[in-house]
Nanobody, 126 residues
Framework: QVQLVESGGGLVQAGGSLRLSCAASVRIFSNYHVAWFRQTPGKEREFVTA????????YYAESVEGRFSVARDNAKNTVDLQMNSLEPEDTATYYCAARVAGGMYGYDRTTTYGYWGQGTQVTVSS
């Protein structure tokens, strides 16, 4: 069983930055690919970024490419999402998700992740 806890959300002005963190309670964290999704009320959960278990490969949604950066520290069981040049459209609840490492098929689909955190709210004011 994998438990995920997100932190770091908050209120920021447009153009600002925030750093989210996902902490995992698992014995061998590198055995899991991790992704970030986000969701606003009334909309489906949307893929943001994913990182392989080893951290060697990362994937980003077009909407955040060049502004967001994901990294992991397997010794500390954490995955961080650095968000720069934030826009009001980035306002959402951000969720950390994990799945057992293997291929990266469906890395941008919520249905391929079996473990989810509770989410952390990010609000970007204009």
């Amino acid at each position: 069983q994998v438990q995920l806890v997100e932190s770091g959300g908050g209120l920021v002005q447009a153009g600002g930055s925030l750093r989210l963190s996902c902490a995992a309670s698992v014995r061998i964290f590198s055995n899991y690919h991790v992704a970030w999704f986000r969701q606003t009320p009334g909309k489906e959960r949307e893929f943001v970024t994913a990182i392989t278990g080893s951290g060697s490969h990362t994937y980003y949604a077009e909407s955040v490419e060049g502004r967001f950066s994901v990294a992991r520290d397997n010794a500390k069981n954490t995955v961080d999402l650095q968000m720069n040049s934030l826009e009001p459209e980035d306002t959402a609840t951000y969720y950390c998700a994990a799945r057992v490492a293997g291929g990266m098929y469906g890395y941008d689909r919520t249905t391929t992740y079996g473990y989810w955190g509770q989410g952390t709210q990010v609000t970007v004011s204009s």
